[in-house]
């Protein structure tokens, strides 16, 4: 049973371009969560999502970033006109219920803003 | 307020010694308080969690003790061992609420 697969590992965006970071989760998880470290720092939450529905999005800024969880297929960050500052690792996680136990973290996507 | 505070940042230990790592939270709603290890490239991995009912737990060589009046939360991790070093972090929610709160994380150093 493949854990939360996330891809790509690493991405290279310059500054205005879109970054698109894709995640999958364990098998038989429906609820989907987004987070977003910093260097040095610790996650902080974005966005939850259940396939087709945005749950919570109150941690995702409101300009350039949005997130979709598809009927079929990864859910999928993404920002828009990337800046320097948007250089983390970010973080989905996936758990067959809506509750925080039996949160599963995939490795992350590093993006870095050149 | 929903921070979690964490202390300290990092943590240099003999192999055999005990790591300590202490959080505080502000945010009397939660009741769910999870530790997470991460090791260098990889995601954070649920180590060991405690719901404010109890003041303590023990899993093999990690505990967590909990004091819900002063609102703070400690790992303690026995016989420390060279590949207990990675990243820790604390992390606090409302049980029925889907999002953790984080605290910034303590880099351990465990020296053979």
């Known amino acids: 049973n493949a854990g939360v697969m996330q891809n790509p590992r690493h991405l290279v965006r310059r500054r205005g371009q879109e970054a698109r970071l894709r995640c999958s989760p364990m098998?038989?998880?429906?609820?989907v969560y987004w987070y977003r470290q910093l260097p040095e720092e610790g996650l902080k939450f974005m966005v939850y999502l259940q396939k087709e529905n945005i749950i919570d999005e109150s941690g995702m800024p409101k300009e350039r970033f949005s997130a979709e969880f598809p009927k079929e297929g990864p859910s999928i960050l993404r920002i828009q006109q990337v800046v320097r500052g948007d250089s983390a690792a970010y973080f989905c996680a996936s758990s067959p219920t809506g509750v925080n136990y039996g949160y599963t973290f995939g490795s992350g996507t590093r993006l870095t803003v050149v | 307020q929903q921070q979690v505070k964490q202390s300290p940042q990092s943590l240099i230990v003999q192999k055999g010694g005990i790591s300590i790592i202490n959080c505080a939270y502000e945010?009397?709603?939660?009741?769910?308080f999870p530790w997470y290890q991460q090791f260098p490239g990889k995601g954070p991995a649920l180590l060991i969690a405690i719901r404010p009912d109890v003041s303590e737990k023990k899993e093999g060589r990690f505990t967590i003790s909990f004091n819900k009046s002063a609102k703070q939360f400690s790992l303690h991790i026995m016989d420390s061992q060279p590949g207990d070093s990675a990243t820790y972090f604390c992390a606090a929610s409302k049980a029925a609420g889907n999002k953790l709160t984080f605290g910034g994380g303590t880099r351990v150093l465990v020296k053979p």
């Open positions: 098998k038989g998880h429906s609820h």
């Open positions: 945010n009397t709603a939660f009741d769910y």
